[in-house]
């Protein structure tokens, strides 16, 4: 790069960002309160390369609250950052730094994130070093990450977002390293997108319709300062909840490490999923960023325009902290309004993504005060912008500062996750008394939740594990927590787990244990794929993956959270099942229909869509009823709305320590009965392939093991 080569001309104030034009890049950075805005260029990616200083005049280079200019022949692989100057005054909001370099909230991809130190980021401040950090005269420019001007230009062969509707999705979350990090992942290009590429056969055999990411945007995996107690190992953010730029996939999670070469990386593991039929779903973080509380390092918005980006308190030093880490975005001003649509539109047009799921939603329904509004601007924009009409948006419907929205999270056609759903199936099959009706009303669709409001069954996302708790393995093999290696005496993690250990905590040799086990987790996938709504699997409960019972395991970036996928042979038996009960779903759309059960006969054949029994074939009395629940599902397209009649099914759930013999309703006429699913059986007696199914020949009744699920269907005699 010789900067004698390049003109600087006015510019123009959109799109924000580093944007290629044929002359060379426009550059637009939004502060409204800053003095002065500075474009650093670097000729290289090395620490101590020149760089070249272009400072905005504010009656050329300014329209409204967006700096801008146009550099001339300046070609992608540019680097940039930016300097902001204005009042330093934290007690009126305002963090302005001109020795600070400063990331463009837009920016593409970073480099140089692997060596970036946050303690240069931190400084003192003069006023009062005890209260912040975010003032330091030390120029930043040699350590901070740099921007990369990026070509939008990929050679997408045709592809477009899959956007399958929700109800005939089964979303599978996974982190993007952890997948294929593990020495048994056979994969040529472990930990990268392009390991996640080499997957796709395993997806396909699975029969997943759409993976879910725990975070690629940009984020600082060395921003925790701990190690493990037990090996003296250096923790880290494996998360990824912090994020640092908004716009940029991670760059160590490529295999390509030229500058770029992390969002041409990503585009082709997009284009080869959408290629295989599976859809991308990126869990995305509005609620806060990674520049934390007023102690935190300062490296984008808040020295960009502090007091707009973010919440502040009455006192504007401090902030409002509804996301537990520190800050929380100011979601409802409508300058950032603006920036996370633009962010959302890009992941959608740009990169392909078919839907997000927003971590901590609740937060974007909060007013500039951290009120929670009835009708927040945001999240209506969201759900009717028509860029993102066919986008899957998926709220985590909560927050840390004690919002809890699940069922009525604001917004219109917003699909939430459904801990209802998670925390009443864990009682039910670990034989919580009083839980059969809260289970009953969870496998048909949470009508109690979704209903009132307009929304529809598949709006429920569906799930016993995620990330943030034990893996199925562990719900079912510990009844506590373990995180002693996370370094905080085990106080971290959530001690409502709602598990139970079956006799031993932890590993067990015992074959009845062993078996048990194995029968529980058929059990748990059992249940989310037999329910109406969109089920959600945890990457690797179908080949019994464990971590040894950390259910926070954020900062272990190790073999607690990679996947080892010789359990895949080791659990050959619970992955047969897993996929084939995932297929079983996906062949029927009685257990995808669209609209909630009504109890009712819809199509004049003396039967209702739904019908509800006890182990005596009568209709439970819902206050006494015990650990044995069946109901039997009318199959009519008319009941269903498919275009073809499905089978009839007869499901019966016992939870109980004792088997029990169920009255069987009668199969309609001119059929009968077929075994299809039985739990408690050994594979592959445990379910059945299409048109193998056991005939029940003139049978009345059916003896349901304990902890067992047995599933029906009707065949023509």
Request: proline share 6%; aromatic share 12%.
């Amino acid at each position: 790069m010789n900067f004698g080569h390049f003109t600087v001309d006015d510019g123009k104030a959109l799109p924000l960002g580093a944007v290629m034009m044929e002359t060379g890049v426009n550059f637009a950075v939004f502060s409204r309160h800053a003095t002065a805005i500075t474009l650093v260029l670097f000729e290289t990616t090395e620490r101590d390369s020149p760089c070249y200083e272009v400072r905005m005049d504010p009656k050329r280079n300014k329209t409204g609250d967006i700096w801008h200019c146009h550099i001339r022949n300046l070609r992608a692989g540019a680097l940039y950052l930016y300097r902001a100057d204005g009042p330093y005054m934290p007690e009126r909001g305002e963090r302005f730094n001109v020795h600070k370099t400063l990331l463009d909230p837009y920016a593409k991809a970073l480099t140089n994130m692997e060596g970036w130190d946050l303690g240069v980021c931190l400084g003192y401040d003069p006023d009062d070093e005890r209260a912040d950090l975010s003032f330091s005269r030390i120029d930043d420019s040699c350590t901070q990450p740099r921007c990369i001007v990026v070509d939008d230009a990929f050679d997408w062969q045709g592809d477009t977002p899959l956007n399958y509707p929700l109800r005939f999705s089964v979303l599978y979350e996974t982190h993007v390293r952890g997948l294929t990090r593990h020495p048994s992942s056979g994969v040529e290009h472990p930990g990268t997108y392009r390991g996640v590429i080499e997957k796709i056969p395993y997806f396909k055999d699975l029969g997943i319709t759409s993976l879910e990411f725990l975070p690629i945007q940009e984020f600082d995996e060395h921003e925790i300062f701990a190690v493990n107690p037990r090996n003296g190992e250096t923790l880290v953010n494996y998360w990824g909840y912090s994020t640092v730029a908004f716009f940029a996939p991670k760059a160590s999670y490529a295999a390509n490490r030229e500058p770029g070469g992390q969002v041409r990386e990503f585009k082709e593991m997009i284009r080869e999923l959408h290629r295989a039929g599976i859809e991308v779903i990126l869990d995305i973080v509005f609620n806060h960023t990674a520049e934390g509380n007023e102690r935190g390092p300062t490296f984008s918005l808040r020295g960009l325009d502090n007091k707009i980006y973010y919440m502040l308190n009455e006192n504007r030093r401090y902030y409002k902290n509804y996301s537990g880490c520190g800050n929380t975005l100011n979601c409802n001003h409508p300058v950032v309004r603006g920036f996370i649509m633009d962010c959302l539109r890009y992941w959608v047009t740009e990169m392909h993504v078919d839907g997000f799921r927003f971590d901590l939603g609740s937060i974007l329904g909060r007013d500039q005060n951290g009120n929670l509004m009835e009708n927040p601007p945001m999240l209506e924009w969201i759900a009717e912008d028509p860029i993102l009409s066919s986008t899957k948006i998926i709220s985590e419907a909560w927050d840390a500062g004690g919002a809890y929205q699940v069922g009525w999270f604001p917004g219109g056609r917003w699909a939430e996750w459904n801990d209802r759903f998670r925390d009443d199936m864990r009682r039910y099959w670990r034989g919580d008394p009083m839980t059969t009706r809260h289970v009953a009303t969870r496998l048909s669709g949470s009508s109690d939740l979704y209903l009132r409001d307009g929304r529809k069954p598949f709006h429920s996302i569906n799930f016993i594990t995620s990330h943030d708790g034990f893996t199925l393995h562990d719900l079912v093999s510990y009844n506590g927590k373990h995180n002693e290696e996370n370094g905080e005496n085990n106080r971290d993690g959530n001690d409502n787990n709602n598990s139970a250990n079956y006799g031993i905590e932890g590993p067990a040799t015992n074959p009845v244990i062993m078996e048990l086990r194995l029968r529980q987790m058929k059990n748990f996938i059992g249940s989310m794929m037999l329910s109406l709504g969109t089920p959600m699997l945890l990457g690797g409960d179908e080949i019994g993956r464990t971590q040894r019972g950390n259910n926070n395991a954020y900062c272990q970036d190790n073999d607690i959270s990679w996947y080892d996928w010789s359990l895949r042979r080791k659990n050959a038996s619970l992955y047969r099942f897993a996929k084939m009960i995932i297929a079983f779903r996906l062949r029927h759309p009685g257990f995808m229909r669209p609209e909630f059960y009504t109890g009712r006969d819809g199509n004049y054949n003396a039967i209702p869509d739904i019908s509800w029994f006890d182990e005596f074939g009568e209709t439970p009395n819902w206050e006494t009823i015990g650990p044995c629940i069946a109901f039997r599902m009318d199959g009519s397209k008319a009941e269903v709305l498919a275009d073809q009649d499905d089978n009839d099914f007869f499901t019966m759930f016992n939870s109980g320590e004792k088997d029990v013999t169920f009255s069987l309703a009668p199969p309609p006429e001119g059929k009968r009965w077929t075994r299809v699913v039985d739990t408690s059986l050994p594979s592959p007696l445990d379910i059945l392939e299409p048109g193998s199914e056991e005939p029940l020949e003139h049978a009345k009744t059916y003896r349901v093991y304990n902890h067992s699920i047995v599933v029906l269907l009707s065949r023509d005699l």
